[in-house]
């Protein structure tokens, strides 16, 4: 058995100290450190965290060989156990890597503990020593005694993240299987225990969703593990937990009767998280069946891993009763106005999107609206026209689509070409034009017509200046107005203005916030007349600006007033009214 055995070594110098043992260690002993973690699709270079690695086999030092940035090689001698030691400093508080400090301790095991090349396949065994008084520790991973657990493999180990510290537990049992949430940070006005009720439910549905009103779900135990900060969003789906992130403003308070749309998104993020326990971390792309941690692993499958996954989540909440069916579709066209302001939907496909997760959906920058898309945001409208497309044809659901891909593939990996059986079988025809479209190609999405078709009503709000000049800003009163972003081929690209141009004036007026600027224009369609401050140099720009009804506004969608029989029977079937 591989063992680890993790030290809270210095709280205040966020470093925890590992000691991996390696039986029968043989000639020599390869090990390294992952350089991604699965689900976040870009290499991170985790061991630039690791420092003061060393090796002995009964108390006798052995050298260390450094191969590559993250590999290492121990040369041995007898059969004593090899016992490598190592810090991890551990000061971030994403979901990805490890937090350590005097009040919380959080870490995944991609980040922490060192791969013995060749014994993968072995059981692991994960060891705390003395924690901090009144320290709890919370995992998926099977408890193996005190303070420590097991796993099958290493897989399994590095796919269980542990949090340490003080917390709350907020437990439920569903089917027999107990899940459990574990929150650190909570305001003591959170309302714990409707959060607690409302997850509830959203699993609930979920597993209904899978498996129909009596089987259990693909897990022995979950645990949700929640991290409340001041300001901070997303999440990490693993096996049978998930880590989470969000601001604490954002849960409900006690005598608070009201949704707030904070709470809806963070109700959001636990099911999408939890929707991934079958779509992801069960069924997968073909290419993720045997991980490779030391390298990218490319997939275009993304778009419907995490796309479908983020068409779920939103759609999931609604049929559980937590939002109603106007809130919903507020949700949605959110989404849809997020994509059609993306002009690298003409660029880039979905599916290459996917493949290009590595560099570039992780590592945004000025021109990523212009140069690629959303694999979950255009993925999600992806399924939306999927979804609709078969229920208007009357043969079938993407509902059925997800769960003849769990029984035909027994929860496992999937090539596209699964993904298209299944919406032949289900819908009755072959969907290979849908697909060549919409994933492999770069055509507008017929949203508007499907949704119509059930009873929604399409329209368009009034657009922002920055909307209709094609910029991304930040702005305040006391920083002003900076440009973060110039859309292709929009009126502000067309006058030269560029990410980073501080705009300093218009009209000869200070300009403090950008739509200030609409209060001095001449006319309705006169151009505005922007000085400009760029690398200490000042200079002006004239720039056109659109008509407001020039359809730039964010997309607005509602139950249509008037719909037919037929349009308000396939709405009330898809959202479960």
């Given at each position: 058995m591989i063992r680890y055995r993790l030290d809270v070594a210095d709280p205040h110098a966020h470093r925890f100290h590992v000691r991996l043992e390696v039986p029968r260690p043989g000639g020599e002993v390869t090990v390294s450190l992952p350089v991604w973690i699965p689900g976040s699709y870009m290499v991170r270079e985790f061991s630039r965290h690791l420092s003061g690695l060393a090796a002995s086999q009964g108390g006798v030092a052995r050298d260390v060989e450094q191969l590559d940035k993250a590999t290492w090689r121990v040369r041995c001698h007898g059969g004593a156990p090899l016992a490598i030691e190592y810090d991890a400093y551990a000061f971030d508080t994403s979901v990805r890597t490890a937090w350590l400090d005097a009040r919380r301790g959080f870490f995944n095991g991609t980040s922490v503990f060192l791969r013995a090349h060749g014994r993968e396949d072995?059981?692991?065994?994960?060891?705390?020593?003395?924690?901090?008084?009144?320290?709890?520790?919370?995992?998926?991973?099977?408890?193996?005694?005190?303070?420590?657990?097991?796993?099958?493999?290493?897989?399994?180990?590095?796919?269980?993240?542990?949090?340490?510290?003080?917390?709350?537990?907020?437990?439920?049992?569903?089917?027999?299987?107990?899940?459990?949430?574990?929150?650190?940070?909570?305001?003591?006005?959170?309302?714990?225990e409707r959060l607690k009720a409302d997850v509830r439910r959203i699993v609930e549905t979920q597993i209904a969703f899978w498996h129909g009103p009596r089987r259990k779900p693909p897990y022995e135990r979950y645990v949700f593990m929640l991290n409340c900060v001041d300001d901070g969003y997303g999440g990490l789906e693993h096996r049978a937990s998930t880590a989470l992130i969000a601001?604490?403003?954002?849960?409900?308070?006690?005598?608070?009767?009201?949704?707030?749309?904070?709470?809806?998104?963070?109700?959001?993020?636990?099911?999408?998280?939890?929707?991934?326990?079958?779509?992801?971390?069960?069924?997968?792309?073909?290419?993720?069946?045997?991980?490779?941690?030391?390298?990218?692993?490319?997939?275009?499958?993304?778009?419907?891993?995490?796309?479908?996954?983020?068409?779920?989540?939103?759609?999931?909440?609604?049929r559980a009763g937590l939002i109603d069916s106007a809130r919903y579709l507020r949700l949605v066209a959110r989404n849809a106005g997020a994509v059609l302001a993306t002009p690298g939907r003409f660029v880039q496909s979905v599916a290459d999107a996917s493949f290009d997760a590595w560099i570039k959906y992780y590592?945004?920058?000025?021109?990523?609206?212009?140069?690629?898309?959303?694999?979950?945001?255009?993925?999600?409208?992806?399924?939306?026209?999927l979804d609709l497309t078969l229920r208007s044809e009357g043969r079938g659901t993407l509902d059925d689509v997800m769960r003849r891909l769990w029984a035909s593939s027994a929860g496992g990996p999937l090539g596209e070409g699964d993904i298209a059986a299944a919406l032949a079988e289900a819908g009755g025809r072959d969907c290979s034009r849908e697909l060549a479209e919409w994933v492999h190609g770069t055509a507008e999405l017929p949203l508007r017509d499907r949704l119509e078709r059930f009873g929604v009503a399409w329209s368009h709000e009034p657009a922002s200046l920055a909307q209709r000049l094609g910029v991304k800003v930040s702005e305040g009163a006391l920083s002003g107005v900076q440009v973060k972003q110039v859309l292709r081929a929009s009126p502000a690209e067309r006058a030269g203005l560029a990410a980073g141009d501080e705009l300093l004036a218009a009209d000869g007026w200070r300009l403090r916030r950008l739509d200030d600027a609409l209060m001095v224009q001449r006319a309705a369609d006169a151009p505005i007349e922007l000085l400009v401050s760029r690398d200490q140099r000042v200079f002006t720009v004239r720039v056109d600006v659109p008509p407001a009804d020039a359809g730039a506004g964010p997309v607005a969608l509602a139950p249509a007033a008037s719909p037919g029989a037929a349009a308000l029977a396939l709405r009330r079937a898809w959202l479960g009214d």
């Open positions: 072995e059981p692991h065994r994960v060891t705390f020593g003395a924690l901090p008084r009144g320290w709890q520790v919370a995992t998926a991973m099977n408890p193996a005694g005190r303070l420590a657990f097991e796993a099958a493999d290493y897989h399994e180990c590095v796919d269980h993240p542990f949090e340490l510290g003080t917390f709350e537990r907020l437990a439920f049992e569903l089917r027999g299987v107990p899940h459990e949430i574990v929150v650190a940070g909570a305001l003591p006005s959170a309302d714990l601001g604490r403003r954002d849960l409900p308070r006690f005598g608070q009767k009201e949704t707030s749309d904070g709470y809806v998104t963070l109700l959001g993020l636990f099911s999408h998280e939890f929707f991934h326990t079958w779509n992801v971390k069960r069924l997968k792309p073909r290419e993720f069946e045997a991980l490779d941690y030391s390298r990218e692993n490319y997939t275009r499958l993304l778009w419907f891993f995490e796309g479908f996954t983020s068409y779920y989540d939103d759609l999931l909440l609604r590592r945004p920058d000025e021109n990523t609206p212009n140069a690629t898309v959303s694999y979950y945001a255009k993925g999600a409208l992806v399924a939306l026209a």
